[in-house]
Structures are given as structure tokens and as C-alpha cells.
């Protein structure tokens, strides 16, 4: 937490007596002793220009009155702060909502009673011990130290991860459906029922859950994963491939207009009297394909959960969903009735429409992964660089950009408005 070629500065605050003020005063922790002898000039250019970072340490006296006699301070102290020393259960809690203000979100780890209330308050509660910090913690490890924090935190990646892949997953089954039935009503045909049966029940149900039983990375990624479904990789991602999904079964549409032998529909019926026809049959074939691509594309790996291959039984339903779609374009046999599709003898064609979906899935990979690597963080530089709407974020700026903070050696004293609220 401390390296070695960093500097510790003692947060000092006094709370009010009948004899003093408050005061609130930065130490460096060489300077207990001299402070006389080296100048307040020498250690803050050594301290701000010197590039050796610092860390503040504060006990729980002093928390208690810089949070009730400078607050002004007290954002900025919680900020640079990494040492909290002595404080009770009460100081605790308040320090895990005072964090919470700053917008952060908090983890507390504790084995006591003494540990209770913040366990309970902070967003993130582990209980070192199957005591009483247990009952007010969410989560209690087996080990007597922190070494499960980071396991939770790839296990809570993990699974957000996978809730948003199972939303992006479902959306583009509703919009890989809803174009099939937009472009074959627009024809004067439809999907037919068993057709819409095999899609819900054999493929989009069996994926959707096993899809998310990967578990997560063995090694913590530094950079977090999006938290926000309205954020611009996902927003982004849904409308790409919802175009890519158009065009790939307007492109099997036209594939099938194009050949000599199409014959047109029947312009005097309309809807499943119209079945079966050519061109449900291609949209059939090339959707299908596309709730198994979708399933692969969405299903986030790195970093933060085990490659596909580990999800064994998703991985082999894959293969057979895909050898059941390959053998229902190629050779359908029976399931030409069952399915109310048409039989178009033309190999080479049958063929074709397997050549677009294997497009339609390197397409959408390569986006995919070009949306992960930052491809549409370049959209952000056309509305400018906005401030973070995180406080701690805004306040982290601003201190590092500051030659003045802390003011080592000097005796603060409250604000006049300050003195007047607590009197």
C-alpha cells in the first residue's frame, strides 16, 4: 500500500476546548523530530515537485474532528488517505458513507463485532470470521485474511459480464426475429408456427441457458468492465449488428430472387396460406444461423472469464445446433414438412447461403472485438471531453494538479462558518 520510496504525512486534528481552537495540521513523518531543522519550503517542493508520491495516515481522534470541524477538508484528507488507525465502530460506519459520498463505491473487510455496522453499510461487506460480523456481512470467507477480496471481485465480474451478455443476447433475438418477420410480411408470407417453435424452444432457450455457466478469470484485469447498459460499447454494439442482421438475410433474400429458378409468390394469398415458399425458406435458413452466432458473439471471454473452450456443455451444444442448422439447409429430408420449408434442389446454392452466414459471423466477430479493443471511444471525441460525473474523480483532478495540498507544518484553523454552525 506504502512503497518504500514514498512519504507519509500524520493527519493531526484537535477537537475544540474551553482553552483552544481546532486545529487541523499535516506532518511528514520525518518531521516529528525535525521539524525545526528542515524548512516547510525544502519538503513541499521535495513532496509536490519531486515526483515521490504520499500517503496521509489519521487516527480515529483526529477523523472525529476534522469531520466535525473541517469539513471542507475532509473530501480531500478521505482522497489521499490509505492508513486508518484506531477508530471506533461509529467512526467506521461514518467512514464507509463518507466514501460513499465521494461516490465511491466501498469494501469493508472485518472479524468483531466492532465491525458491524460498516460491514452492513459499506457495497461490499466480507466477514473475516464466522462470528458476529458474519450475520451483518453479505459474504464471509473461510480464510482469516483478505485474500478472498480479489476472488469476489472477479467472481462479481464475472458475473456481470455475463448479465449483460445474456441482455445483448436476448435483444438480438428479438431483433434477428422481428426482421424475419418484417421482410416476409412485407412478401405476403410469414414464419410458420413450428418454425417459430424450433427458434424460442431448441435454439434460443438451450443457449440462453447454458451460455453463462463460464466461470470467471483466473487473473484480476485491471481495467473494470462496463457497468451502464445505456454505455456506448453496448448501445453501439446492438445497432452494428442489428444492421448486419438485416443485410445478411436481405443478401440470402436476394441470393434466392436471383436464380433462374425462383419462382414468385402468389400475390392473391397471404400469410402461412402462402407457405411453403423459397423465400421463408432462405430467411429461415440464415436466421437460423444467426441466434448461433449471436450466442458466440455476445459471450464475453477475456478478460474476465474463462475462454469458451472452458464451458464445455455450451461448446458442444454450439457444434450440434450448428450440424442441426447445417443439415436442415443441406439436406432437410423429413423436416421439409414438419417444418412447412421448401425443398430447393440447387446444391451449389444451398451451399452459398451457408458461405453468407459464415461471412455474417466473421463480420460480427471482428466488430466485436473492435468494439472491445475501444473502436467507438473515437465517437467520444466529437462531443469533447466532458468532467467525470464521479466526485472522487473531479476532487482526484484537482489535488493533482495542486502544488499547495497538504500545507505541511501549518496550523489550520476552522472557517468562520464552520465556528458559527457548531456554536
Known sequence: MVGSDERVIFVHATPQTAQSMPTLRFTLEDDVTAASEISVEINTWGLYQGGSGYHLAINGKSFAALRDHFPEHLPKVLMR???????TPDQKTQLVKELQNLDYRVGMC?????????LRAADMGVSLSEAEASIA??????????????????????????SFGLFRYMALYSLIQFCSVLILHTMNTTVADLQFLYFDIVLVTTLAIVMGKGGPSNQLHPIRPTANLMALPVLGSLFIHSCLIILGQLAALFITTSQDWYIPLNSTVIGVDNLPNMEDTSVFALSGFQYIIMAVVVTKSYPHKKPLYYNVIFLCLLITLFCVMTWLVLHPGPAVSLLSLYDIPDMNYKMLIVAVAALNFLICFIVEVLVDLGLLNCLRLLRGRRPSKKSYKRLNSLLSNSTSWPPLNQTLFPTDDTLIRLS
Not at 82 to 87: I, K, S
Not at 142 to 158: A, D, F, T
Open 137 to 162: 456481512s453479505p459474504f464471509t470467507s473461510r480464510n482469516q485474511n483478505i485474500s478472498c477480496v480479489p476472488l469476489l471481485i472477479r467472481e462479481g465480474r464475472c458475473s456481470l459480464v455475463t
Open 81 to 87: 488517505t490509505t492508513v486508518f488507525a484506531r477508530m
Open 110 to 118: 472485518g472479524d468483531g463485532a466492532n465491525d458491524c455496522g460498516a
